[in-house]
C-alpha cells in the first residue's frame, strides 16, 4: 500500500489546525506548525505534498514563508495553498506571483478546502510520476543514461569533496546479436530485462546505481566503492547471471548468456570523462581477451 501523502497545516490559530487537521486526517498524514518558523523547519525535515499556510503570522507572514520555501531547493518544490482572511484580489494576485498553488479564502468551506486538497494533490502525484518515467528505461525498467548522468555528476562531486572511492563498471552482453539472430528480438528483450534484474539485485547499497547505458549494455555506478568492493559487485552480477542459465545456443562463448565487464575506480585529479572512458577501455579489454570476465583497471 502507498503511503499517505503528508500535509502540514500552518497556522497560528489552534483552531483553525485542529479544525483542519480533523478534516485531513482520514486520506493524509498531517502536519502542524503554529508560526511560519516552525512551518520552514518542519517543511525541511518531513518534505510534506502540500502546505496549507496561513498569510497572517505573528513572527513571518505567510508570503515570507513562502519566499524562503522556494529559495530553499529541500523545499522548492513544495506545493503551497494559502488559506487567509484576506480578502483582497490583490493579496490572492500576490500569492499566485510568488508561486503558491491556490488560494482559499476563510472563513473556510471545509468541502472547497478537501476539493482543492485532493485536486493539487493529484497534481504532485502526476508530476512525480512523469519526473520518475522520464528517468526510467522503458524495456528494462532500471534508470536510463539520462538518470546515470545527472546521478554520475552529483556522486562525483561528493566524491571529490569527502575523498571517498567512487567507481564505475559497465556490463556488455556477449554475442547478444546472435542471440536476437537466434531466438528472434521479442526474446532478446526477455533476456535483456532478465539480465537488468539480475545486475539491479546484486547491487544492494542504497546509493548504488543500476542503469541501461544503450542497447545491451549496462552500467554500475557505486559510490563510496573501492576497486576490491567494486569488483565484487560485477562479481556477483556474473555468478548470478550463470544460475539463472539462459540458454543460448549461437553463442561462441559458452551456452549460456554471459556478461563482458570493465571496471575502474577513480584516480586523483581524475574528472567524470576520463573515470567512464577507463571504464569502456577495460570492457573492450575484456571482450578481446575473450569475454565472459571482468577487468579492472589496477591501482597506479
Given at each position: 500500500?502507498?503511503?499517505?501523502?503528508?500535509?502540514?497545516?500552518?497556522?497560528?490559530?489552534?483552531t483553525?489546525?485542529?479544525?483542519?487537521?480533523?478534516?485531513?486526517?482520514?486520506?493524509?498524514?498531517?502536519?502542524?506548525?503554529?508560526?511560519?518558523?516552525?512551518?520552514?523547519?518542519?517543511?525541511?525535515?518531513?518534505?510534506?505534498?502540500?502546505v496549507?499556510?496561513?498569510?497572517?503570522?505573528?513572527?513571518?507572514?505567510?508570503?515570507?514563508?513562502?519566499?524562503?520555501?522556494?529559495?530553499?531547493?529541500?523545499?522548492?518544490?513544495?506545493?503551497?495553498i494559502?488559506?487567509?482572511?484576506?480578502?483582497?484580489?490583490?493579496?490572492?494576485?500576490?500569492?499566485?506571483?510568488?508561486?503558491?498553488?491556490?488560494?482559499?479564502?476563510?472563513?473556510?468551506?471545509?468541502?472547497?478546502?478537501?476539493?482543492?486538497?485532493?485536486?493539487?494533490?493529484?497534481?504532485?502525484?502526476?508530476r512525480?510520476?512523469l519526473?520518475?518515467?522520464?528517468?526510467?528505461?522503458?524495456?528494462?525498467?532500471?534508470?536510463?543514461?539520462?538518470?546515470?548522468d545527472?546521478?554520475?555528476?552529483?556522486e562525483?562531486?561528493?566524491?571529490?569533496?569527502?575523498?571517498?572511492?567512487?567507481?564505475?563498471?559497465?556490463?556488455?552482453?556477449?554475442?547478444?546479436?546472435?542471440?536476437?539472430?537466434?531466438?528472434?528480438?521479442?526474446?532478446?528483450?526477455r533476456?535483456?530485462?532478465?539480465?537488468?534484474?539480475t545486475?539491479?539485485?546484486?547491487?544492494?547499497?542504497?546509493g548504488?546505481?543500476?542503469?541501461?547505458?544503450?542497447?545491451?549494455?549496462?552500467?554500475?555506478?557505486?559510490?563510496?566503492?573501492?576497486?576490491?568492493?567494486?569488483?565484487?559487485?560485477?562479481?556477483?552480477?556474473?555468478?548470478?547471471?550463470?544460475?539463472?542459465?539462459?540458454?543460448?545456443?549461437?553463442?561462441?562463448?559458452?551456452?549460456?548468456?554471459?556478461?563482458?565487464?570493465?571496471?575502474?575506480?577513480?584516480?586523483?585529479?581524475?574528472?567524470?570523462?576520463?573515470?567512464?572512458?577507463?571504464?569502456?577501455?577495460?570492457?573492450?579489454?575484456?571482450?578481446?581477451?575473450?569475454?565472459?570476465?571482468?577487468?579492472?583497471?589496477?591501482?597506479?
Open positions: 500500500m502507498n503511503p499517505l501523502q503528508k500535509v502540514l497545516v500552518a497556522d497560528d490559530d489552534p483553525n489546525r485542529a479544525v483542519l487537521a480533523e478534516l485531513l486526517k482520514p486520506e493524509y498524514t498531517v502536519l502542524l506548525a503554529k508560526d511560519g518558523t516552525q512551518a520552514l523547519e518542519r517543511a525541511a525535515r518531513h518534505v510534506p505534498d502540500l496549507l499556510l496561513d498569510v497572517m503570522m505573528p513572527d513571518l507572514d505567510g508570503f515570507e514563508v513562502l519566499r524562503r520555501l522556494r529559495a530553499d531547493p529541500r523545499t522548492a518544490d513544495i506545493a503551497v494559502f488559506v487567509s482572511g484576506l480578502g483582497r484580489p490583490e493579496d490572492e494576485a500576490q500569492g499566485l506571483k510568488l508561486g503558491a498553488a491556490d488560494y482559499i479564502a476563510k472563513p473556510f468551506n471545509a468541502t472547497v478546502v478537501m476539493a482543492r486538497v485532493a485536486l493539487h494533490l493529484q497534481m504532485v502525484r502526476q512525480r510520476m519526473e520518475h518515467l522520464a528517468h526510467v528505461d522503458g524495456l528494462t525498467e532500471l534508470a536510463n543514461r539520462r538518470r546515470f545527472e546521478v554520475f555528476a552529483a562525483f562531486v561528493r566524491a571529490r569533496k569527502r575523498a571517498t572511492p567512487l567507481s564505475v563498471a559497465l556490463l556488455d552482453i556477449d554475442a547478444f546479436k546472435q542471440y536476437n539472430d537466434h531466438y528472434g528480438h521479442p526474446a532478446g528483450d533476456a535483456l530485462r532478465a539480465v537488468a534484474r545486475a539491479a539485485a546484486c547491487v544492494r547499497r542504497p548504488d546505481l543500476a542503469a541501461r547505458y544503450g542497447g545491451e549494455e549496462l552500467v554500475l555506478l557505486m559510490p563510496e566503492a573501492d576497486a576490491g568492493v567494486a569488483r565484487a559487485v560485477v562479481d556477483r552480477v556474473r555468478d548470478a547471471l550463470d544460475r539463472l542459465a539462459i540458454g543460448h545456443e549461437a553463442s561462441p562463448v559458452a551456452p549460456v548468456l554471459t556478461v563482458s565487464a570493465g571496471g575502474a575506480t577513480l584516480l586523483p585529479g581524475e574528472d567524470t570523462t576520463a573515470l567512464f572512458a577507463a571504464a569502456d577501455a577495460h570492457l573492450y579489454r575484456a571482450k578481446q581477451a575473450g569475454r565472459n570476465r571482468v577487468v579492472w583497471r589496477s591501482a597506479p
